[in-house]
């Protein structure tokens, strides 16, 4: 057989770029028939026949609208499931489209590291001052345990 054989679809499609399109219409045309059969789905619920074909996802259908993402400004999110629960978590501050993230403007890499290096050093300053008065108040002390003790 001269063909492509791709998990149990013979085909004398020739090379990747006409094998994958049609690996994928045979098992949406698969699927669809094994959806129809079971009748997941269908308008009514009920199974249909095999060659029957499914409507095309149309998101203005009422049918298609719930569940729903609703978004909040503190960052959290929530699944209603009808137009009540909507109405219900859009009193409490939700709306139906997510809230942009927070962007972070970088600086210069070379900006941004001589900034850091000077806080750094600024931070050395100030330990190093801590630990000289650090050293002062414990010399007093030390004095004045002597002075206790005389």
């Not at 499914?54 to 298609?64: I, L, M, Q, V």
């Not at 300053?125 to 004045?144: S, V, W, Y």
């Amino acid at each position: 057989m001269n063909g492509v054989l791709t998990i149990g679809l013979a085909n004398d499609a020739r090379g990747l770029a006409q094998a994958l399109p049609e690996f994928r219409s045979h098992h949406k045309r698969v699927g669809d028939a094994l959806l129809n059969i079971s009748g997941i789905g269908t308008a009514d619920g009920a199974p249909v026949e095999v060659e029957t074909e499914r409507p095309a996802y149309d998101p203005k259908d009422p049918r298609n609208q719930w569940p729903r993402m609703i978004y909040h400004a503190d960052g959290r999110e929530q699944i209603v499931m009808d137009a009540k629960e909507l109405k219900e978590f859009q009193d409490k501050g939700f709306r139906k489209e997510p809230y942009p993230k927070v962007q972070i403007a970088l600086e210069d890499p070379k900006v941004e590291k001589q900034r850091l290096q000077q806080q750094l050093a600024e931070k050395d300053g100030q330990i190093a001052m801590l630990t000289e008065r650090f050293n002062q108040l414990e010399q007093r002390l030390n004095d004045a345990a002597k002075a206790d003790s005389k």
